[in-house]
């Protein structure tokens, strides 16, 4: 089955379309969501719409996903996480919070696991080395693990003799999660970021999971960054919030 993943959309309405265009264009059969469909962005309520809408999704909730909802403290937030997420809460319907509120923090699947952050910490903990992703291997239930929160396309993946791989990912390179006699070969991967890369790499950034074959390749797309930046300009939401997206970061 052909799977898009993706991750961080952060309310970015532009960077979702053409990520959701190119789904459609690979004739994806289903999709896997691994958080924060708002936060930071201008059009929560559009891309929670949009989110809600696709068929097969598997979705599990982030940390600005919860902020939305008023279950994260907000001083765990920098100044403009914060400002965004109170400007959110006031701009979501009554329908797109319900629809927040109902998500799980873990999707545990029989083929496949799905958090936000970590297994250990699914909401909120960033997993970006090695020794971080040795101390979730027990709590993972089936690999592969899908997982955003960084921003960075990169995958983990257990190599001959027990090593593991960090490998940040490039536009169309491809992870194999292989089979090996005692069983699937423990590998995680993050798509990247669909509406605020942190790469320096300023376009949208996601996935497609082959679950036969068993390749993840990422993928980048242009979007009209332009137009993002006026609507987050014009809600009033922090110039930095405009400004970092040009540059991917």
């Known amino acids: 089955m052909l799977y898009g993943v993706f991750a961080d959309v952060h309310a970015n309405l532009e960077a979702l379309a053409a990520v959701l265009d190119f789904f459609a264009a690979s004739r994806v059969e289903g999709h896997i969501c691994c958080g924060d469909v708002v936060g930071y ?5 559009e ?4 989110v809600r809408a696709l068929k097969k999704l598997v979705i599990v909730c982030g940390n600005h ?3 939305a909802i008023g279950r994260i403290d907000l001083d765990w937030f920098n100044h ?3 400002a965004a997420a109170l400007w959110t809460r006031r701009a979501l319907s009554d329908e797109s919070r319900a629809y927040l509120e109902r998500l799980t ?3 545990d699947r029989t083929d496949f696991t799905v958090v936000h952050g970590t297994p250990r910490r699914p909401a909120d ?3 970006l080395n090695v020794a971080l992703f040795k101390l979730n291997m027990s709590r993972v239930g089936a690999w592969p693990l ?3 929160h960084s921003h960075k396309p990169l995958s983990f993946r257990c190599a001959a003799g027990g090593q593991v791989e960090l490998i940040f990912l490039e536009d169309r390179q491809t992870i194999t999660g292989e089979i090996a006699p005692y069983g699937v070969v423990p590998v995680a991967c993050n798509p990247g970021s669909v509406g605020q890369p942190r790469d320096h790499d300023p376009r949208a950034a996601c996935a497609l999971w082959d679950s036969e074959a068993r390749t993840f390749r990422v993928h980048r797309l242009a979007y009209d960054v332009a137009s993002t930046q006026g609507k987050i300009r014009q809600a009033g939401l922090p110039e930095a919030l405009a400004f970092r997206l040009a540059y991917g970061q």
């Open 146 to 148: 899908f997982f955003g």
């Open 125 to 127: 903990e960033y997993l």
């Open 65 to 67: 996903d919860l902020a």
């Open 41 to 45: 962005g201008p059009d929560p309520d």
């Open 47 to 50: 891309c929670v719409a949009r």
């Open 105 to 107: 923090a873990r999707c």
């Open 80 to 82: 403009d996480a914060r």
